[in-house]
């Protein structure tokens, strides 16, 4: 059984940084991608960012609202992905969740090709 387990939400005010870890945990994966998506209170969920391993390259992918200002980064063997997050707004606030797609490419955020999730962790940006 496969766990995602994430940490680092919490409480920020306008314009100061979190940073979100994730670890899988239950099997080792190959040619793999992780991601976070979020869901704020009465909207859907949405793609934040992905990044997808390989021998021969990661490759990250971010929505246009976080570019600039989220990095996803991440260690594939370990099975861990963490997303740095600068200049959070309030608009950032939602439940972060993580995801996993346990085949190889380049992963470009359609939540419908995961295949495990986390439980979320919540992120408050306060104005």
């Known amino acids: 059984q496969v766990q995602l387990v994430e940490s680092g939400g919490g409480l920020v005010q306008a314009g100061g940084s979190l940073r979100l870890s994730c670890a899988a945990s239950?099997?080792?994966?190959?040619?793999?991608?992780m991601g976070w998506f979020r869901q704020a209170p009465g909207k859907e969920r949405e793609f934040v960012a992905t990044?997808?391993?390989?021998?021969?390259?990661?490759?990250?992918y971010y929505a246009d609202s976080v570019k600039g200002r989220f990095t996803i980064s991440g260690d594939g063997p370990k099975n861990t992905v963490y997303l740095q997050m600068n200049s959070l707004k309030p608009e950032d606030t939602a439940v972060y969740y993580c995801?996993?797609?346990?085949?190889?490419?380049?992963?470009?955020?359609?939540?419908?090709?995961?295949?495990?999730w986390g439980q979320g962790t919540q992120v408050t940006v306060s104005s």
């Open positions: 239950g099997r080792t994966f190959n040619n793999y991608a």
């Open positions: 990044i997808s391993f390989s021998w021969s390259g990661d490759n990250t």
């Open positions: 995801a996993a797609r346990t085949r190889g490419g380049t992963w470009y955020g359609h939540a419908r090709e995961a295949d495990y």
